[in-house]
């Protein structure tokens, strides 16, 4: 038996709280924020990222899993294509809760929670793009490598004669002009 919630409800029992939590949810994946109380977005925020996890596994089950909490259709496809797409990167943390003061009416603490699309980090995007790229280019460079080696091997050994004439020239015109420098002396 799962443990009880502490505190008080947010509604009357606790299957108004269900319904309220999935209502919740659902017009967060809709508009993907909603403004609503402190205390709200603090129930609704381990309850969405549950759902986006299972958006993310995007098996059949893991879909009538959702289907079960949340009765919109429409929302459950845009979870499961849009929201799942956009988070597939991120390891958690798919909410973000940011407090906006006091509502007018009744002073209660408001909120507002969205959803966090943008990539991790902006490093992280461009590490995990240049990993990609060099993924896909490696069976290319192996290929290059492997055809400059053996030009490399080539052009050594044509080399070796003609290294071995400029070093005999740089000595000849080394010895010429030690003779030189004595005589200025």
């Known amino acids: 038996m799962p443990t009880p919630t502490k505190g008080p409800r947010l509604g009357g029992g606790p299957a ?4 309220m939590l999935a209502n919740l949810a659902a017009a967060l994946f809709e508009h993907k924020r ?6 709200k977005a603090k129930r609704l925020k381990p309850y969405a990222e549950r759902l986006v996890t299972f958006a993310k596994r995007g098996d059949l089950a893991s879909r009538r899993r959702v289907l079960g909490l949340i009765s919109d259709k429409g929302v459950v496809h845009e979870l499961f294509t849009d929201i799942a797409g956009a ?4 390891d958690g943390g798919y909410t973000r809760i940011t407090k906006i003061g006091n509502r007018k009416g009744d002073n209660a603490p408001m909120a507002v929670i969205e959803l966090v ?3 991790v980090s902006p490093k992280q ?36 004669p003609a290294a071995e004439a400029d070093a005999a020239e740089a000595e000849a015109a080394e010895t010429e002009e030690a003779p030189a420098a004595e005589d200025k002396k």
Request: hydrophobic residues 50%; negative net charge.
């Open 16 to 19: 108004h709280e269900r319904l």
């Open 34 to 39: 909603i403004t609503t109380t402190v205390t």
């Open 87 to 90: 988070v597939a990167n991120r």
């Open 117 to 119: 699309l943008e990539p």
């Open 125 to 160: 995007a461009v590490v995990a793009e240049a990993t990609a790229a060099a993924a896909k280019a490696a069976p290319a460079e192996e290929e290059v490598v492997e055809t400059e080696a053996v030009e490399a091997e080539a052009a050594e050994t044509e080399e070796a």
